[in-house]
C-alpha cells in the first residue's frame, strides 16, 4: 500500500529566503513522486516528478526535489521564496501496483514581504 | 490546448437534496478521475475510469454517490442526498492513460465547490 506524509501543516518564510517543504512517502514498489501546487481557487499543477531517473529532479519556478530512498523523502525546495509562491502544496505517490496517484494533507506556504 | 472543464463552479443545497456535477477531460485522455477535497485536507480518490470502465470506485460512497462516464468522454458524479459532511471541493483530472497516470501528469480543473447547508 502506498501513503505519503507531508511533515508541515504550514510553512511561513519570509520573501527571498530558501524555502522547505517536507514529504516523505511509504511504497511498496517503486515509486513514482510528483508535487502538485494549488493557488486559491485554481486547479493544481504539476510542479516537478520523479519517476525512477534522476534523483535531484528539476521542476517549474526553480523548485526542485531530492528523492531519498534510504529516507523515503521527497522533500521540496526553492532557494529563494516569492510573493507569488504563496500557494498550497501537495506531494503525491503513485506506483504501478495500484494507478492510483495518493495525495499529502497538504503544506500551506506563507511568504511574507 | 482546452483544459479540463468542470462545472458548476459552485453549488449551494441543503442537506438531503441532489446535486450532479459535470466533467469533460482533455481530448484524448483516457483515464478520468474524481477526487474529494475537504477543507484543510489532501484530495481523496472517489473513483478513477479508464475509458468507461471503473478501474477503481473503493472509496465512493455508493449509498449517495454514483458516476458515470457513458461514452467514455465527459463524466457526472451525483449526490443523493447530500449530507452536511459532503461540503467539499469535487475535483475533476484526466491522464492520458492508466500508465501516465502513475509517471506522468494528472490535469486537474478548476473544482466544483459544494455547500451543504
Known amino acids: 500500500a502506498q501513503s505519503v506524509t507531508q511533515l508541515d501543516s504550514h510553512v511561513s518564510v519570509s520573501e527571498g529566503t530558501p524555502v522547505l517543504l517536507r514529504c516523505n512517502y511509504s511504497?511498496?514498489?517503486?515509486?513514482?513522486l510528483f508535487w502538485y501546487v494549488q493557488h486559491p481557487n485554481k486547479g493544481l499543477q504539476l510542479l516537478l516528478k520523479?519517476?525512477?531517473?534522476?534523483?535531484l529532479v528539476k521542476g517549474i519556478n526553480g523548485f526542485e526535489a531530492e528523492f531519498k530512498k534510504s529516507e523515503t523523502s521527497f522533500h521540496l525546495t526553492k532557494p529563494s521564496a516569492h510573493m507569488s509562491d504563496a500557494a498550497e502544496y501537495f506531494c503525491v505517490v503513485s506506483e504501478g501496483g495500484s494507478y492510483i496517484p495518493t495525495f499529502g494533507r497538504g503544506t500551506s506556504l506563507i511568504v511574507h514581504p | 490546448e482546452a483544459g479540463v472543464a468542470q462545472s458548476p463552479r459552485y453549488k449551494i443545497i441543503e442537506k438531503r437534496q441532489s446535486v450532479a456535477f459535470w466533467c469533460n477531460p482533455i481530448s484524448g485522455h483516457a483515464t478520468l478521475y474524481w477526487y474529494q477535497q475537504i477543507l484543510g485536507q489532501g484530495p481523496k480518490l472517489l473513483i478513477q475510469?479508464?475509458?468507461?470502465?471503473?478501474?477503481?470506485d473503493s472509496q465512493l460512497p455508493k449509498d449517495r454517490f454514483s458516476a458515470e462516464r457513458l461514452k467514455g468522454v465527459d463524466s457526472t458524479l451525483k449526490i443523493q442526498p447530500a449530507k452536511l459532511e459532503d461540503s467539499a471541493v469535487y475535483l475533476c483530472a484526466s491522464s492520458l492513460d492508466l500508465r501516465t497516470s502513475v509517471f506522468g501528469e494528472l490535469f486537474f480543473g478548476e473544482g466544483s465547490r459544494l455547500t451543504v447547508l
Open positions: 475510469f479508464q475509458n468507461n470502465g471503473v478501474v477503481d
Open positions: 511504497s511498496s514498489y517503486s515509486p513514482s
Open positions: 520523479y519517476t525512477s531517473a534522476a534523483t
